[in-house]
């Protein structure tokens, strides 16, 4: 098994910034890419960013290119998700997770999942 632990949310103004930490432990050997998903309250869990295990290959969606910045220390089996120029519709819950086969957007094909981290965006 894969344990993923979150930290780094919290309540920012808009414009502002946060920086996600994801750290992976047990099974690491066996992770393919990880991923940042959120989901507001009423809607569907979706893709923010990917980073591949290796760290060569990242993907973001449409909605933070530009803003988010996603990456990982290899020595520390730690993936970070930087944040800035905060919007409202930012706001949150955000969970990394990891895919053992894909570098995907789906997060039906995701394993293993964090507890998620609050991340509020405020006028």
């Known amino acids: 098994q894969v344990q993923l632990v979150e930290s780094g949310g919290g309540l920012v103004q808009a414009g502002g910034s946060l920086r996600l930490s994801c750290a992976a432990s047990?099974?690491?050997?066996?992770?393919?890419?990880m991923a940042w998903f959120r989901q507001a309250p009423g809607k569907e869990r979706e893709f923010v960013a990917g980073?591949?295990?290796?760290?060569?290959?990242?993907n973001y969606a449409d909605s933070v290119k530009g803003r988010f910045t996603v990456s990982r220390d290899n020595a520390k089996n730690t993936v970070y998700l930087e944040m800035n120029s905060l919007k409202l519709e930012d706001t949150a819950v955000y969970y990394c997770?990891?895919?053992?086969?894909?570098?995907?957007?789906?997060?039906?094909?995701?394993?293993?999942w964090g507890q998620g981290t609050q991340v509020t965006v405020s006028s």
């Open positions: 997770a990891t895919n053992p086969r894909a570098f995907s957007i789906s997060p039906g094909t995701y394993d293993y």
């Open positions: 047990g099974r690491t050997f066996s992770i393919y890419a």
């Open positions: 980073i591949n295990w290796s760290g060569t290959t990242t």
